[in-house]
């Protein structure tokens, strides 16, 4: 395991180069800050790379100007943008939104984000969410020792490998600063991922102690409390399906051990021949919408999946069987996939009602609007009668869905959904190339690239 470890490390370790340029940068940027007139306290470096437990080719800075906690929220964004624009004059940068607005861009390669804060005694006094993050920073450089930064970049690299690390609401993963409070917790990536492999239904995770009933607060299949802040779930964003499969990734590496876990396998996509031969055994149809532009990519993929649900539920609601269902977007285009038991249902549909002895909820079932084609009649002590269906085709049924939910659908999907269409199979295959091909692929081949 030593030689398979080391031989991860000098893959996935910054170079002496990538860490003398980050440190150079922030140093300049720093000194910038110091020399300018405002508001401002100071500046501090977080985020992995301030902690060393970042992989080689991330080039991701997280700086924050931090402020008096007295300055009025307006001030705090007027300073912070007024300043973050200086820092990026001559290089390209644009104002992104969180709680408050900031300004991100590119500087030497680095992709720099500058956030303003307010200075605050801890984590739990925070007036923004940002403002526990120098407490995050903090709190990881008193308590991780120098050898658990390797530990967690291989932690890290292991998550990343099977598809289960990152800070962004499109993965439902696990963050950075989750993967190096595991660490921390458990000591080593080894004791990490045996932990990992006896994960249960739910696990809680306390590192500082606390009298709080975690387990019944947070609604999660991991629940990872925040040291700085016990009110925080740091899992919060790790879907149920991502916690299973870290568990089954870390029983199969435990009992295979291979480098593939870290890094994969590609995935080479399958000849649309192929494709076309495997979705006559199957019965596919997709909602086709674009991805909003007017609202934040991470509280999209929130609606996205709720999306995928309700049209799911939808269907099911007429009769159709969703067999399995999926969502891929490359935040241009939007598909939601689904596989049904069939594309038809048959005309007439068989109805149970109500046992023959209840007469008044006999007269409530025959009195709803159907076209009866047979019956009312008497089968094993209940009322039953054949009725013509209004619908019996899925792409109407979800065209239906589709038209109402333009109306009534939040603020960002809606936009989306202006353009939104049904497509069958035929019109599926016609975007078979790039990340969906390699999505879809994925999809039917129905298993884990580290399996």
């Known amino acids: 395991m030593k030689a398979l470890y080391s031989k991860i490390l000098k893959k996935i370790t910054p170079s002496k180069q990538e860490l003398a340029a980050e440190k150079a940068l922030v140093d300049s940027i720093r000194k910038k800050v110091d020399k300018m007139d405002g508001k401002h306290s100071h500046l501090e470096w977080c985020g992995s790379s301030a902690r060393g437990t970042h992989l080689t080719g991330d080039k991701d800075l997280d700086l924050f100007i931090m402020f008096d906690k007295h300055l009025s929220a307006h001030e705090l964004e007027e300073e912070g943008l007024r300043i973050g624009k200086e820092i990026f004059n001559g290089h390209k940068w644009e104002i992104a939104y969180s709680q408050h ?30 403002d526990r993050t120098p407490f995050h920073n903090k709190y990881l450089l008193k308590h991780m020792k120098i050898s658990q930064r390797q530990e967690t970049r291989l932690l890290k690299q292991f998550l990343k ?42 696990t809680v995770i306390k ?8 387990s019944e607060e947070f609604i999660a299949p ?64 997709a909602i086709e919408a674009d991805f909003p532009t007017n609202i934040l990519p991470d509280l999209v993929w929130g609606q996205l999946r709720r999306y995928l649900r309700k049209a799911a539920t939808h269907l099911e ?7 399995r269902s999926a969502l891929w977007s490359d935040e241009k285009q939007i598909f939601f996939m689904y596989e049904l038991n069939t594309l038809t ?45 209004e619908r019996t085709s899925a792409a109407l049924v979800l065209k239906d869905f589709v038209e109402e939910t333009k109306k009534s659908e939040k603020k960002g999907l809606k936009e989306g959904l202006t353009h939104a269409k049904v497509l069958p199979e035929s019109e599926i295959l016609k ?5 969906f091909a390699e999505h879809f692929t994925k999809y039917l081949e129905g298993k884990e690239i580290f399996e």
């Open 101 to 130: 607005p900031y300004v991100r861009g590119e500087i030497n390669g680095f992709e720099v984000e500058i956030v303003p804060g307010y200075v605050v005694a801890s984590g739990a006094e925070k007036q923004s969410a940002v």
């Open 161 to 202: 490998g099977i598809g289960a690390y990152g800070a962004d609401l499109k993965n439902q993963a696990l963050p950075g600063y989750g993967v190096e409070l595991l660490v921390l917790y458990y000591g080593t990536f080894d004791k990490a991922l045996k932990a990992v492999s006896k994960w249960k239904e739910k």
């Open 207 to 214: 590192i500082e102690k606390s009298k709080r009933d975690a």
């Open 222 to 285: 991991l629940v990872l409390i925040d040291p700085v802040d016990e009110n925080r779930n740091v899992a919060s964003a790790l879907s149920t399906e991502q916690y299973n499969k870290m568990i089954l990734a870390a029983k199969k590496f435990l009992k295979k051990p291979s480098e593939k876990f870290f890094f994969g396998e590609k995935l080479d996509e399958w000849p649309i021949e192929k494709v076309r031969e495997e979705l006559r055994k199957k019965e596919f149809i």
């Open 317 to 323: 609601e007429n009769d159709f069987i969703v067999k």
């Open 345 to 389: 249902l048959p005309k007439v549909q068989k109805i149970f009602g109500p046992p023959a002895s209840d007469a008044e909820n006999t007269k409530k079932f025959l009195a709803r609007k159907r076209k009866i084609i047979s019956g009312p009649r008497e089968e094993n002590g209940r009322i039953v009668i054949e009725a013509e269906r």
């Open 431 to 435: 975007h078979y190339k790039g990340g």
